[in-house]
């Protein structure tokens, strides 16, 4: 579908909506082909205006597969999910919303054509309100107090209220985006939409250039209304000339030029010792003996930037000195190398109870009280595991595989002896590619690394770290090509591990089952702090 198309529709739907002709507006969305997020949104917003919850839940649904960071999107399901009863589900999406908040107390959707401003505190407020219908109001009052503790405007005295009811044992009232409030397009898009002739009549024009014999358009010269300096030989690049001093012109057709300045030399010197001279797009007069020679080609190009060694050279970056062969006497530190913890999902808040070291969290505690109750009702499933190997397969297996039993079902289907085989699987909201911990250990299965019934795992074969110890992992800033046999080829946004450190400029390190050393100005350690949940 055409993108003007899409915004005309959008415009229509926008316009019924306003009209409260909720059965035109979703009649509307429904002829948009590739519907975007915003616009599923507004048809989750109508599916509710007309009582039609379940419909509802499947827009929003179809929204937050298109923009996974919408936070409001989380927020408005949430609030469904409670008017169904669907109360984990809810819960889950309280901390995808408080995720996706981004540490903020406030996000504002009027950028984004919502008139509409998401509050922490909000979120908070609708999380006491699962727990409410829980029976949990000892969590509910704790979730209140914290989100009291918020700051920000827009909360008024909702919360003191709120308080109250649940001290009164009152199931609190999800709170939602309003019905009439939608997203738009932007203004100026849909007034484009309207026919104008931006080319106008055509018009017989004349070159303004000096010495231009026209064969043709020049679309790549970039020009403005002036005089410029003919097209000339590389051996009348002397014609160049540079200005010694600052000149400040005293006379008709004298030129007003700040010293250091490049200017052309038009034409030759007269009797008063001036010379025509073209600069900035004017033609005019200077004094000859403030003029000199000026180096064109060593002013314009770049060569005096490039390394001898072949190294291509970062932005702002010094090249690294290649280091001597020699076996170096002093081990490299040691780094203990840590793996940042992956953001809340359904099956981590509902299933998997945070460690005891952490401070009380509500996300948390509701995670460690429901995980009885909900491995008991759960069904079993299977996980789809998609695995990057020379080539991509795909298999299904039960949600309770280990992971020594998935590295048995993928080497048979690669047709490799498992003992070769390495997985590595990458964090939410992550680049780099970590081990597969616990594969030897009993009790990992793959729902650790599974979400919403997926796993994308990537394998390689003929490990050569036998006995190589991972200091820590770094990501590709650059494209870095060999320039030896030592050292270790790779391509921007790739994964490293870090084997050793050679000197202060050149690590040794391994990717794609190669190891060799590289400069490290062309990579950089990824140290992302997630924040899973505000604290009570």
């Known amino acids: 579908m055409l993108y003007t198309e899409l915004l005309r529709l959008w415009d229509e739907t926008v316009q019924a909506a306003d009209a409260k002709d909720w059965e035109g507006a979703l009649s509307k969305m429904e002829q948009i082909s590739e519907p975007n997020s915003h616009i599923l949104f507004n048809a989750a917003s109508a599916h509710l205006v007309l009582g039609q919850l379940d419909l509802a839940v499947k827009a929003l649904d179809l929204a937050l597969a298109k923009d996974e960071r919408l936070a409001v999107g989380f927020f408005q399901r949430a609030g469904v999910m409670m008017q169904i009863d669907r109360l984990e589900e809810a819960l889950s999406d309280c901390i995808w919303a408080q995720k996706h908040m981004r540490g903020n107390m406030v996000i504002d959707y009027r950028q984004l054509g919502l008139r509409f401003k998401l509050y922490s505190w909000q979120v908070l407020y609708n999380a006491a309100a699962v727990y409410c219908r829980m029976g949990q109001w000892e969590r509910a009052r704790e979730v209140l107090l914290s989100a009291s503790q918020e700051r920000g405007a827009g909360r008024g005295g909702n919360l003191e209220v709120a ?9 609190l009232a999800p709170l939602m ?20 002739d931006f080319l106008g009549k055509a018009k017989v024009i004349s070159s303004m250039i000096p010495n231009d014999d026209f064969g043709g358009f020049e679309p790549l010269r970039m020009q403005k209304p002036g005089f410029y300096e003919p097209k000339v030989d590389g051996a009348q690049d002397s014609r160049y000339m540079r200005m010694r001093t600052p000149y400040m012109g005293r006379g008709p057709g004298q030129l007003t030029v700040p010293g250091g300045a490049m200017v052309f030399l038009f034409g030759e010197e007269d009797r008063d010792g001036m010379a025509t001279v073209i600069y900035d797009g004017q033609r005019g007069l200077l004094p000859m003996s403030l003029l000199e020679p000026a180096d064109v080609k060593m002013a314009k190009g770049k060569k005096e930037n490039r390394v001898p060694s072949g190294i291509p050279l970062p932005p702002a970056l010094k090249p690294p000195t290649r280091p001597q062969l020699q076996p170096s006497s002093v081990a490299p530190p040691r780094v203990r190398f840590t793996s940042d913890t992956p953001p809340p999902s359904y099956t981590t808040a509902t299933h998997a109870p945070l460690p005891a070291s952490e401070p009380p969290q509500y996300t948390a505690n509701a995670a460690s009280n429901q995980h009885d109750d909900e491995a008991q009702g759960a069904e079993a499933s299977s996980v789809v595991v998609k695995v990057h190997y020379i080539y991509t397969v795909a298999l299904s297996v039960p949600l309770d595989t280990t992971y020594s039993e998935l590295k048995e079902h993928i080497a048979e289907k690669l047709g490799q002896p498992a003992s070769q085989l390495r997985l590595r699987h990458k964090q939410h909201g992550s680049r780099v590619l970590i081990p597969l911990g616990g594969e030897e250990e009993p009790g990992h299965t793959v729902q650790e690394v599974a979400e919403a019934g997926r796993a994308t795992l990537w394998c390689q074969t003929e490990d050569p770290l036998a006995n190589r110890t991972i200091l820590y992992q770094m990501v590709a800033l650059y494209d870095y090509a060999a320039q030896g046999p030592e050292d270790l080829e790779f391509s921007e946004g790739d994964t490293i591990d870090i084997l050793g450190e050679v000197n202060e400029e050149w690590l040794e390190g391994h990717t794609a089952g190669n190891i060799g050393i590289f400069p490290s100005c062309f990579v950089y350690r990824e140290n992302v702090d997630i924040i899973e949940s505000s604290e009570v």
């Not at 308080?163 to 199931?171: A, H, I, Q, T």
């Not at 309003?178 to 738009?184: A, C, N, Q, T």
């Not at 100026?188 to 939409?193: I, P, T």
């Open 163 to 171: 308080l109250d009811s649940v001290l009164r044992g009152e199931v």
């Open 177 to 196: 985006v309003p019905e009439d409030v939608m997203f738009r397009p932007r203004k100026q898009d849909v007034e484009q939409l309207k026919q104008r």
